[in-house]
Nanobody, 125 residues
Framework: QVQLVESGGGLVQAGGSLRLTCAASGFTVRNYVMGWFRQAPGKEREFVAAIGWWSGSSTYYADSAKGRFTISRDDAKPLVYLQMNSLKSEDTAVYYC?????????????????WGQGTQVTVSS
């Protein structure tokens, strides 16, 4: 059974940092592209970051995340991380981990087959 479980969310002041973790199980993680999305209240779920197969693979970021967020993966554990620095109030959202067997990470919600339940990130200004 495929499972993606996010953790690491919480309340942080603007300018602070958080590291989200996605624990994956039930599939061969090293053969899957992994992504992070977020959904703020009243808004559509949007792409944040993605990483291709293996830890040294290409990474992709939304413009809003470039220079502040870093996605990485440790297939031995297997875990996927989203390090978020210089957080802003507009980063407040539920953050979701996603996985797909595609060869190249997508940036659309429909590009991912498996999803976690999400973790809340709240940034106070």
């Amino acid at each position: 059974q495929v499972q993606l479980v996010e953790s690491g969310g919480g309340l942080v002041q603007a300018g602070g940092s958080l590291r989200l973790t996605c624990a994956a199980s039930g599939f061969t993680v090293r053969n899957y592209v992994m992504g992070w999305f977020r959904q703020a209240p009243g808004k559509e779920r949007e792409f944040v970051a993605a990483i291709g197969w293996w830890s040294g693979s290409s990474t992709y970021y939304a413009d809003s995340a470039k220079g502040r967020f870093t996605i990485s993966r440790d297939d031995a554990k297997p875990l996927v991380y989203l390090q978020m620095n210089s957080l802003k109030s507009e980063d407040t959202a539920v953050y979701y981990c996603a996985a797909d067997s595609a060869q190249i990470p997508g940036t659309f919600r429909t590009d991912y087959r498996y999803w976690g339940q999400g973790t809340q990130v709240t940034v106070s200004s």
